[in-house]
């Protein structure tokens, strides 16, 4: 029911910010649960939303690779009309209870709000949007009413190759995506653990998708055992959006040691336990010395699911200095800065080594007060690894890192004991397959596929889209960049070339940076 209550846009001044609350530490890694509280979210949402300026000139708006309508929104939300709101979110997001979870949120650091006060708490305001519009059956499948006749083969079903198929099958193409994994979704599926997006929500809009017209063949790994030519001939086009998972490798002495492994090896097999496929995963962190490396989001997830699995002690290593709290000069408002962030995984490891549940492991080059804060070991270069005589790792040789060439200053080497070692070291571009050559498709110098500004690439009819395209990325730009490849594949289907789907984003367009 809409409240007709007339904002006066001055709630900023008076509601502060009120983020979404967390389940507490001790209960949430006693389970795989989300670990947000969920059903304290909705009690909040209306007036965190009212503290939205309607400012203008909304740099939140353009902050989203997918253009949100965030002021639109935000005062449908504070008016308590919720069905207009969910109409407004997914007119330019297919999934937003996927970026309502998992989003970094630029369009946060781009709140004008947040100029000078708490930007407004805009994923969550998405998460609830999203979460509602399911639980009142707003959302619900949206078959296309005519047929083309034309159809489109979508390689990859990460979110890239999902809103890619959504919207093409939505235009009325016969759409088939296919996914060389034994369940469809991608990095959602099996990279992202549960506790930051519960997979229910993922099967969800698979059944959406499929409700619609979309098919789905798994099992299919195209240019490996399933021949990519047959493609070109079966369908009218081809969108390749395969992701950019070819592993960082850590080229040092004793990385072939038993009981150091890839993030990725690791993460699959924890989500995989989840989906019912092992009682208990072939690689577990349960009892044992974690070492982790690498500073970014996959370290993150590979620390939350350790702490879960009952590890000994964790370490998390990143080669960068530790960031400021504050903006860098270099990366002002409106910029999705690098500053000092706490994911919901750190506040869980820092919390379990003050209470003596988890050993802290080296904290050397932290100050006093983050090292009983964090598990996090800034400026930390690995330098080798030591093992056993069946070997095993036993040891990981670390020194400080030089800052700007990152290289080990001599002097600094210390030693951690380990037996479980994460390499989280980002991503070099899809992984090498038997794609290349039959959909012609060149790499560019950072390791994507080539596309020109239409996303095509390769033979005609072949387009690339998602983290195959701009490498490894965010949900947000592998959604945006799924519905913008797709507009481009609806023109070139469509006799008189034009299309009425939208292109949020083009190929070229990067996060907003000095
Ligand atoms: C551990 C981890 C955590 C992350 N956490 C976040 C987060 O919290 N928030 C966020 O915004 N982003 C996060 N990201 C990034 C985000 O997941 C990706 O940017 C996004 O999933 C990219 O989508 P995509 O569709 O392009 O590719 P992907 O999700 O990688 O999907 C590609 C799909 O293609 C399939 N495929 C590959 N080759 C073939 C083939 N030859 N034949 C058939 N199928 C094939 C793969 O099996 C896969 O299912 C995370 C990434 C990782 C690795
Ligand atoms: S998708 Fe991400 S950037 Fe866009 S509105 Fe949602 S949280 Fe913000």
Known sequence: MADNRALDNWDFLRTPRQDWPLRPVAERVGD??????????????????????????????SACPLGNLIPEWNALVARDDWRDAAERLHATNNFPEFTGFLCPAPCESGCVLGIDDAPVTIKAIEAAVAVRAWEEAWECPRPPERHSGRSVAVVGSGPAGLACAQQLTRAGHTVVVYERDDRPGGLLRYGIPAFKMDKALLDRRLAQLVAEGTRFRTGADIGGAAGAGALLTRHD????????????????????????????????????????DYAHPPISAAGRHVVIIGGGDTGADCLGTALRQGAASVVQLDIKPQPGVERAANEPWPVHARVHRVSPAHQEGGQLVRDGAVQAGDRTGLPGEDALRDVRVYSAATVSFDGDAQGRVTALRLADAEAGTRRALPGTERVIPVDLVLLALGFTGPEPGGLTAPFALRTTPTGAFARDAHYAGGRPGVFVAGDAGRGQSLVVWAIAEGRAAAACVDAYLNPDGTTTLPLPV???????AL
């Not at 979210?41 to 740099?59: E, H, K, N, T, W």
């Not at 083009?506 to 907003?512: L, Q």
């Open 32 to 61: 795989w649960g989300e670990v947000h509280a969920t059903r304290r979210l909705l009690p909040i949402v209306a007036d965190q939303a009212s503290r939205c300026m309607d400012c203008g000139i909304p740099f939140c708006h």
């Open 237 to 276: 086009a081809v969108v390749i959006a395969v992701g950019a998972t070819a592993a960082r490798e850590l080229p040092v002495t004793g990385r072939e040691l038993a009981g150091v492994h890839q993030a990725m090896t690791y993460l699959t097999q924890a989500n995989r336990v989840q989906e019912g």
């Open 506 to 512: 083009a190929p070229t367009d990067r996060p907003m």
